[in-house]
């Protein structure tokens, strides 16, 4: 059986079961919805900034869900779509199983290249995947910021009724990376730029999120710098609008400035779509 291994240092997420599960534990006392959701977007920075929300994300996911389909990012808007072709991933609490069988229908109906990149936009949600669902199987994916994402989205809605089985999408993406370290210095530094980055920037590619606005969501991330894997979002959304949602749900927003005060820092958010 081919296994993709770890790539991601331990500093990412625990190394071991125990700490794995200590971790979620600690985030017990979170508000966390009640699982019912067909797609959710979360971000993928490493659990210490944004686990406790990705996870407030996953949770949220229907707990029916037969496979998890993890869309990852950081691509360019000609990339197309990418995926992974192990018949399984590593966590630390097991083996991962890919559906082998949804990945073959995908690739009749799309162009699909195989991914062998390292890449933390699906790596980092799939020990929580294997937490929150551990009889699934799941999909790791990764869509370029383009209109192939929305039609991702409605060909995984088909690929549910054609294999008769319960499919869920995690869309990862991170927001807006501003500071010295990601060249984005448009409003200086200081409480001002923090205050721009949540009020205005990451404010604006949300509220396309939730009002599921796939062509605003792209063009304000692409204009905008407001999210590094937009694409991600974006297939998550129309998964759900597909299956006849019709608004996403806010569960959470912060940025890693929040958590560690810095010059430089990223914007993470948690959004649920429910049918």
């Given at each position: 059986m081919r296994?993709?291994k770890?790539?991601?240092?331990?500093?990412?997420?625990?190394?071991?079961?125990?700490?794995?599960?200590?971790?979620?534990?600690s985030?017990?006392?979170?508000?966390?919805?009640?699982?019912?959701?067909?797609?959710?977007?979360v971000?993928?920075?490493?659990?210490?900034?944004?686990?406790?929300?990705?996870?407030?994300?996953?949770?949220?996911l229907?707990?029916?869900?037969?496979?998890?389909?993890?869309?990852?990012?950081?691509?360019?808007?000609n990339?197309g779509?990418m995926?992974?072709p192990?018949?399984?991933?590593?966590t630390?609490?097991?083996?991962?199983?890919?559906?082998l069988?949804?990945?073959e229908y995908?690739?009749?109906?799309?162009?699909i290249?195989e991914?062998?990149s390292?890449?933390n936009?699906?790596?980092?949600?799939?020990p929580?995947?294997?937490?929150?669902?551990?009889?699934?199987?799941?999909l790791?994916?990764r869509?370029?910021?383009?209109?192939?994402s929305?039609?991702?989205?409605?060909?995984?809605?088909v690929?549910?009724k054609?294999?008769?089985?319960?499919?869920v999408v995690?869309?990862?993406?991170?927001?807006?990376?501003?500071?010295?370290n990601?060249g984005?210095l448009?409003?200086?530094?200081?409480?001002e730029?923090?205050t721009w980055v949540?009020?205005?920037?990451?404010?604006?590619?949300?509220?396309n999120l939730l009002?599921?606005?796939?062509?605003?969501?792209?063009?304000?991330?692409?204009?905008e710098?407001?999210?590094?894997?937009?694409?991600?979002?974006?297939?998550a959304l129309e998964?759900?609008?597909?299956?006849?949602?019709?608004?996403?749900?806010l569960?959470?927003?912060?940025?890693?400035?929040?958590?560690?005060?810095?010059?430089?820092?990223?914007?993470?958010?948690?959004?649920?779509?429910?049918?």
């Amino acid at each position: 059986m081919r296994i993709r291994k770890r790539i991601l240092p331990s500093g990412w997420y625990p190394e071991t079961e125990r700490e794995v599960h200590r971790q979620i534990k600690s985030w017990e006392n979170l508000p966390v919805p009640q699982g019912r959701a067909v797609s959710v977007v979360v971000p993928h920075a490493g659990w210490y900034y944004s686990g406790a929300l990705a996870w407030r994300g996953i949770k949220a996911l229907s707990p029916e869900a037969e496979t998890v389909v993890v869309v990852g990012g950081h691509l360019r808007e000609n990339s197309g779509i990418m995926a992974a072709p192990e018949e399984g991933y590593e966590t630390p609490l097991g083996i991962l199983s890919a559906d082998l069988e949804l990945r073959e229908y995908l690739k009749e109906v799309a162009r699909i290249r195989e991914d062998n990149s390292a890449d933390n936009t699906v790596e980092i949600q799939l020990p929580l995947v294997k937490a929150a669902f551990p009889q699934a199987k799941a999909l790791w994916i990764r869509v370029a910021p383009s209109i192939e994402s929305e039609k991702l989205g409605e060909q995984l809605v088909v690929a549910e009724k054609t294999l008769d089985r319960k499919i869920v999408v995690i869309g990862s993406t991170d927001l807006t990376h501003y500071g010295a370290n990601y060249g984005f210095l448009v409003k200086g530094r200081g409480k001002e730029a923090v205050t721009w980055v949540k009020e205005v920037n990451d404010k604006r590619i949300i509220s396309n999120l939730l009002s599921m606005n796939s062509k605003g969501a792209l063009t304000v991330a692409a204009l905008e710098s407001s999210a590094c894997s937009a694409g991600a979002a974006v297939c998550a959304l129309e998964m759900a609008r597909h299956m006849g949602a019709r608004e996403g749900i806010l569960l959470g927003y912060y940025t890693s400035y929040d958590v560690d005060p810095a010059d430089s820092f990223v914007g993470y958010a948690a959004i649920s779509y429910t049918v």
